[in-house]
T-cell receptor, first 111, second 114 residues
Framework: GEDVEQSLFLSVREGDSSVINCTYT??????LYWYKQEPGAGLQLLTY?????DMKQDQRLTVLLNKKDKHLSLRIADTQTGDSAIYFC???????????FGGGTRLMVKP | GAVVSQHPSWVICKSGTSVKIECRSL??????MFWYRQFPKQSLMLMAT?????????EQGVEKDKFLINHASLTLSTLTVTSAHPEDSSFYIC??????????FGNGTRLTVT
């Protein structure tokens, strides 16, 4: 089955850019997602990208997809303390109806 | 705004009782709903997939008699934790999708069994 890997922890200073990385194994995945989870809360969909896209930008968020290397990244520009949370990468199957989640990356933003 | 509503957001129950959690899609008809469980500081674990009008498909290791799932309509799925025990205490999250749309999650239900 699909295997999705993320680094566990990232620490940045306020105002810097954050880059959270994710690798996956199933090349037939059609949708790739980034979710944000704050303590005690559910998952908030941040952005997603179709597998036929290389990049998607939405305000401070930039998603890059390298299909050849099966590598997905999320860049947060001008990171703020309110961005501190756990970020989950999730990859769908070919049909787009099942997700496999990475273990989550805890982002800590220092003032 | 929220497109998937989950209720209740937290519940405390006594051991041996049953608890029902509701998941509603607010502005779309969800052909498929998913139920996840999340332990502290861990990722989400898929428990079951629920398609409207049919029996849920449970992941390996998830007891279907303990975690009853009903997807009676295109906007509502329920998860009932039967005869709850302290080890069932966890954060339960539902998600819903319509064909071709991204997956949206509810805000989760924190269950504490005393």
């Amino acid at each position: 089955g699909e295997d999705v890997e993320q680094s566990l922890f990232l620490s940045v200073r306020e105002g810097d850019s954050s880059v959270i990385n994710c690798t996956y194994t199933d090349s037939s995945s059609t949708y790739l997602y980034w979710y944000k989870q704050e303590p005690g809360a559910g998952l908030q969909l941040l952005t997603y990208i179709f597998s036929n896209m290389d990049m998607k930008q939405d305000q401070r968020l930039t998603v890059l997809l390298n299909k050849k290397d099966k590598h997905l990244s999320l860049r947060i520009a001008d990171t703020q303390t309110g961005d501190s949370a756990i970020y989950f990468c999730a990859v769908s199957n070919n049909a787009g109806n099942m997700l496999t989640f990475g273990g989550g990356t805890r982002l800590m933003v220092k003032p | 705004g929220a497109v998937v509503s989950q209720h209740p957001s937290w519940v405390i129950c006594k051991s041996g009782t049953s608890v029902k959690i509701e998941c509603r899609s607010l502005d779309f008809q969800a052909t498929t709903m998913f139920w996840y469980r999340q332990f502290p500081k861990q990722s989400l674990m898929l428990m079951a997939t629920s398609n409207e009008g049919s029996k849920a498909t449970y992941e390996q290791g998830v007891e279907k008699d303990k975690f009853l799932i009903n997807h009676a309509s295109l906007t509502l799925s329920t998860l009932t934790v039967t005869s709850a025990h302290p080890e069932d205490s966890s954060f339960y999250i539902c998600s819903a999708m319509h064909r071709g749309s991204p997956l949206h999650f509810g805000n989760g239900t924190r269950l504490t069994v005393t």
